[in-house]
């Protein structure tokens, strides 16, 4: 993908993994033969192949010219409409990795919807990565005469767009619309039941609030609480939406400590909404939603209970990687990384070292940071003295 070209539909089609000493074009719909097909008889015509399309386009949403929203549009193609799933991100509190959001940082998280049937589609909101806009930042609590309620349905006003935009797409079904996000795009989700979309069945927040530092601390805790309140007591109004809501116990951001007191907030004023509280999760929790199977069972529960898997118990496989030999000696989890690596999207880079370490990284937000991250991964890695060199990225489209 080349960041330099016409951009209405940037990245469909095909990635390039340039490689030592080879190309080899991967198609972003990958195929694969799906788990329920029966074994082949004599005679008998080969199974199906299960393509998924990926497919970063432009949505044309109010007030975010002159892009729209940068969205990553991803599901399995088969026959019929599908049900919209919509997810959305975070907001760091370094500006430079705001301008460097991607909607292709949440492809593992897509998939997981689109191996259950659904459409997923991947927004990044206005004013952050390529997205136009003013972003929904400015208008946080945690300034005066701020307002994080107004913050988060700036952010719903975007998933309510997209969704509407969505609905035209001839894959989608939009009668059955399911929205989750993480942090300030799971704060959103309770922005979105204060005036949902008449599609809407449920939305899922994963640590979701306003105005945290990291170090357990809230710029403004009772005014996010009050958010939450008001939140709670508009989705009252239109039949209070299901919610799930997932934080873990070693959260830094939004900590057990404040995570109740939202949900006592939104619950107390008509809301609906399950909460659980997961085990500790890495060195912060905050960052759960990346570990889709430390989620996985939880939230494929709580769809289930109100019949939102559209394959019911059926999940479809995961894309085949490419048939694209390793680099020479590299450890067996960098042969696993490998082919993680293969199957999921750009900018993306695989680095190793000298004595075979290896570092990956793939969804950054353009090439030069794809390769500094994948070296710098591989340099941390590697023995003192060992050299790491770049082995494959994404190359532009040709």
Same mark, same amino acid.
């Given at each position: ?89 975070? +907001?760091?509190?370094?500006? #430079? ?5 991607? !909607?292709?940082?949440? &492809?593992?998280? $897509?998939?997981? *919807? /689109? ?68 942090? +300030?795009?799971?704060?959103? #989700? ?5 005036? !949902?979309?008449?599609? &809407?069945?449920? $939305?899922?927040? *994963? /640590? ?191």
């Amino acid at each position: 993908m080349d960041e330099r070209a016409p951009a209405a539909r940037r990245c469909a089609g095909k990635i390039l993994l340039a490689t030592a000493g080879f190309s080899l074009a991967c198609s972003m719909a990958w195929g694969q033969a799906t788990t329920n097909s029966a074994p082949a008889q004599p005679g008998a015509d080969p199974p199906a192949v299960l393509r998924y399309i990926e497919d970063e386009v432009w949505a044309p949403v109010p007030n975010s010219f002159p892009r729209g929203l940068d969205v990553l549009e991803v599901y399995a193609d088969r026959p019929g409409k599908h049900p919209l799933a919509l997810l959305t991100h975070g +907001t760091s509190n370094i500006e #430079q990795e705001r301008q460097h959001v991607t !909607p292709w940082a949440q &492809l593992g998280q $897509a998939l997981w *919807f /689109a191996r259950r049937g659904y459409v997923a589609i991947v927004i990044v909101r206005k004013g952050y990565g390529r997205s136009g806009g003013e972003p929904d930042r400015k208008l946080g609590g945690c300034k005066v005469g701020g307002s994080f309620r107004e913050a988060g349905e700036a952010s719903a006003q975007d998933l309510r767009a997209v969704a509407k935009w969505a609905a035209q797409r001839p894959e989608v079904d939009a009668s059955t619309l399911v929205s989750a996000g993480v942090s +300030t795009g799971g704060f959103a #989700q309770a922005a979105l039941t204060e005036d !949902p979309p008449k599609e &809407l069945k449920a $939305a899922i927040s *994963f /640590a979701g609030g306003r105005g945290g530092d990291g170090k357990e601390h809230e710029c403004n805790l009772g005014g996010a609480i009050d958010a939450f309140q008001d939140f709670g007591k508009g989705a009252a109004k239109h039949g209070a939406v299901p919610m799930l809501w997932i934080y873990s116990q070693n959260d830094h951001w939004f900590p057990p400590s404040m995570a109740t007191q939202f949900e006592d907030a939104y619950r107390k004023a008509g809301g609906s909404v399950e909460f659980v509280l997961a085990l500790p999760d890495g060195e912060d929790g905050h960052h759960l939603y990346a570990h889709v199977e430390a989620w996985s069972a939880t939230v494929e529960s709580f769809l289930r209970a109100r019949d939102l898997l559209p394959l019911g118990d059926e999940v479809l496989p995961l894309p085949a990687a490419p048939n694209v030999p390793p680099p020479a000696g590299v450890s067996e989890r960098g042969l696993n990384a490998w082919k993680r690596y293969l199957v999921y999207g750009p900018y993306k880079a695989f680095a190793v070292s000298s004595n075979g370490e290896w570092g990956s990284t793939n969804g950054a937000f353009d090439q030069q940071l794809a390769d500094q991250d994948a070296m710098d991964r591989c340099r941390k890695a590697a023995t003192e003295g060992a050299a790491c060199q770049i082995v494959s990225r994404t190359a532009p489209s040709k």
